[in-house]
């Protein structure tokens, strides 16, 4: 480094927390992660991971136990409101968009059983919706 140049900073890793829900099912009305387990992932780099990476990881986070879908939500949220499938590295990148809006941090759900979830969502909307009609 020539004499007289700042210094480069090295960047920060911000902490970010994934509260990883899985071996649950989904149940209607309202849409709710039911029975599962949780662990929280915080020493995990989701910055520029890809969705293939993030599957391996998940993989190595629920070993004895096959999935077939991926969603987030922002955390605390209902699910019917914010849920979305990940299923390609630009899924995840809105994801962390969703996380780092809200303090660093994302619910992520495993979906075991094949259920059509985005067709719950929209049952569920629609049943909040006949409850809030006024006669």
């Keep these: 480094m020539a004499k ?3 210094k ?3 960047a920060k890793k911000v ?3 994934v509260y990883f829900r899985y071996n649950g099912i989904f149940t209607s009305c309202p849409l709710k992660y039911a029975q599962g387990e949780m662990k929280d992932v915080n020493d995990t780099y989701f910055d520029e991971m890809s969705y293939k990476h ?3 990881v998940i993989k190595r986070l629920v070993p004895r136990s096959s999935f077939k879908r991926v969603y ?3 955390n605390g949220t209902k699910l019917n409101l914010s849920i979305k499938e990940i299923k390609s590295d630009q899924d995840i990148v ?3 968009k969703v996380g780092y809006d809200n303090r660093n941090e994302v619910d992520m759900h495993v979906e075991h059983f094949d259920y059509e979830i985005m067709e719950m969502v929209e049952f569920d909307r629609n049943e909040e919706q006949k409850q809030n009609i006024i006669i």
């Design 72 to 74: 987030y939500c922002q």
């Design 94 to 96: 809105d994801m962390l």
């Design 15 to 17: 902490v970010f927390t």
């Design 4 to 6: 007289g140049q700042p």
């Design 8 to 10: 480069k900073k090295k």
């Design 54 to 56: 993030l599957l391996e």
